[in-house]
């Protein structure tokens, strides 16, 4: 059972990854959510103990991979952020969907904020405003994300 | 993976518990990581792994693009295909007749610098490469071409179009490299204005279609429509290279520097292919690789003035090396290590 869930976790997770680096013209790349951080944030909130922060590292190591400048710099903003998810999931489970996406949203800033602090140490500083966008998308696409994951994940609720 | 597999083995309430302690672990994993990456560069066979693994997942990726516009070629109409074809060869006549003159400029070149022969083309040989995927977007703006370490492909080596510059290639993988372009925040390429030949750094704005020239006072000479080409500075291009036009200049009395921007010509967001080149190592034109080993804290050790090397090599190097070598690899009796014991 717990190795059926990890396995449609690994599924769900390797989809966000290419919905991630799919290529996408200029305007809707600045809008396309995280998808990836989106997913780890599910499985952190939903199955702490299947995913949790070993799926974020390795996650965020992935995106390292796709789109970091420095390896290692996704993989610490997201087992940050999954760390906070997995502590808080029983809070943050309980939540209606839109409370969650405002969760999701102050989680996705802390997300951007570690990414835009690493940048800035590493030297190499990004600072337009379009960077932010995403954190909004994110949490506006949440209900819906959710609700495919949590079919994905084969649960009703 | 390994991690995934690890937990799997142990009891559920062991795992629920250590959240806090998993946190601290994978955080310094990431810190450490990020540090040997960025500081001390040892994760480069580790990152051309990756890359290697990473590779087919952005062919996949790519591949809906790529079957669009293979569809979009193969029924493409006839008339539209002669017409390219007359057009191409009308661009091959002109193109010959300028090569035509090229050995005797070529030659008069030479005579002119005082050299007996012409020299050739600093331009060794080059090779195309398909581009794989494309991330433009404020941030970042890179290419990914279908070209890497099995083709030669080395880091930091010149990327051109058929108009102009286009970028420098950063992480290698066995198949594929990626490009960082000229237009993105990070790059900046040292150009010299052609007109005049003053020379200046142009820096990427985060966008496909400009360049921005911050270090240029407010009296500098410079206007709308001067081309800039490569100073031949910094290493990687060689001098000469068309990189850009100035669209605008704009001069306040206030501000000491005068805000410049300059469209590039190579056509960043077109093209299907670019090229890789290499250059001719003697060539006096060709940028000296010997940079390429530098970075901004330490720049490049051969560069150094001979004093400092000499001054660390006489205060710290003599008692360390020679002791610690003796030690490990075999007794010899050298002078130097007569003290330590």
């Known amino acids: 059972m717990i190795a059926e869930g990890r396995g449609r976790l690994l599924i769900s997770a390797f989809v966000a990854l290419l919905l991630t680096v799919l290529p996408l013209p200029p305007w809707l790349d600045v809008l396309r959510p995280a998808f990836l951080v989106l997913a780890v944030l599910y499985w952190s909130i939903n199955a702490p103990r299947t995913g949790g922060i070993a799926l974020g590292f390795f996650a965020g190591l992935a995106l390292d991979v796709f789109q970091g400048p420095v390896l290692g710099e996704h993989a610490l903003a997201l087992t940050l952020v999954s760390y906070i998810a997995v502590r808080e999931h029983q809070r943050i489970r309980s939540k209606p969907a839109i409370q969650q996406a405002l969760i999701v949203f102050a989680a996705l800033i802390v997300y951007e904020i570690v990414l835009f602090t690493i940048d800035g140490w590493t030297g190499r500083a990004v600072t337009t405003p379009l960077r932010w966008v995403h954190t909004l998308s994110g949490a506006l696409i949440w209900p819906p994300a959710a609700a495919v994951l949590a079919y994905a994940a084969g649960r009703r609720s | 993976m390994a991690a995934f597999g690890t937990a799997a083995g142990r009891p559920l309430q062991a795992r629920g518990g250590s959240a806090g302690f998993r946190f601290t672990l994978y955080a310094a994993l990431a810190v450490v990581t990020m540090y040997l990456d960025q500081r001390a560069h040892y994760l480069e066979q580790v990152r051309y792994v990756l890359e290697a693994a990473a590779y087919p997942i952005q062919l996949a990726v790519n591949s809906p693009p790529a079957a669009w516009a293979w569809l979009k070629?193969?029924?493409?109409?006839?008339?539209?295909?002669?017409?390219?074809?007359?057009?191409?060869?009308?661009?091959?006549?002109?193109?010959?007749?300028?090569?035509?003159?090229?050995?005797?400029?070529?030659?008069?070149?030479?005579?002119?610098?005082?050299?007996?022969?012409?020299?050739?083309?600093?331009?060794?040989?080059?090779?195309?490469?398909?581009?794989?995927?494309?991330?433009?977007?404020?941030?970042?703006?890179?290419?990914?071409?279908?070209?890497?370490?099995?083709?030669?492909?080395?880091?930091?080596?010149?990327?051109?179009?058929?108009?102009?510059?286009?970028?420098?290639?950063?992480?290698?993988?066995?198949?594929?490299?990626?490009?960082?372009?000229?237009?993105?925040?990070?790059?900046a390429v040292p150009v010299r204005v052609e007109r005049t030949g003053l020379r200046t750094i142009a820096v990427g704005a985060g966008d496909t279609t400009s360049l921005a020239l911050p270090y240029l006072p407010g009296n500098a000479d410079i206007r709308a429509g001067d081309l800039l080409v490569t100073s031949g500075l910094g290493g990687v291009f060689p001098e000469g290279y068309p990189v850009a036009r100035v669209t605008e200049v704009h001069r306040d009395a206030v501000q000491p520097l005068a805000q410049v921007r300059a469209a590039p010509l190579a056509h960043i967001d077109s093209d299907s292919e670019v090229m890789l080149v290499w250059f001719r190592a003697g060539h006096p034109a060709a940028p000296v690789p010997n940079t390429l080993g530098g970075d901004l804290k330490s720049g490049n050790r051969d560069m150094q003035p001979q004093a400092t090397a000499a001054a660390a090599g006489t205060a710290t190097t003599p008692p360390a090396t020679p002791s610690s070598t003796g030690q490990a690899a075999a007794p010899q009796p050298t002078p130097a290590p007569g003290g330590q014991e």
């Open chain 2, 73 to 187: 070629a193969s029924f493409q109409a006839r008339a539209a295909l002669q017409a390219e074809n007359a057009q191409l060869r009308a661009r091959q006549r002109d193109l010959e007749l300028l090569a035509m003159r090229y050995d005797a400029l070529a030659r008069d070149n030479g005579e002119l610098r005082g050299l007996h022969a012409a020299l050739p083309p600093v331009v060794d040989h080059w090779l195309a490469a398909e581009i794989v995927n494309i991330q433009l977007n404020s941030l970042r703006q890179k290419l990914l071409i279908n070209r890497g370490a099995a083709n030669g492909v080395f880091t930091a080596q010149a990327v051109l179009d058929d108009k102009g510059l286009i970028g420098q290639t950063t992480h290698i993988g066995p198949w594929s490299a990626e490009v960082i372009l000229i237009t993105d925040p990070e790059h």
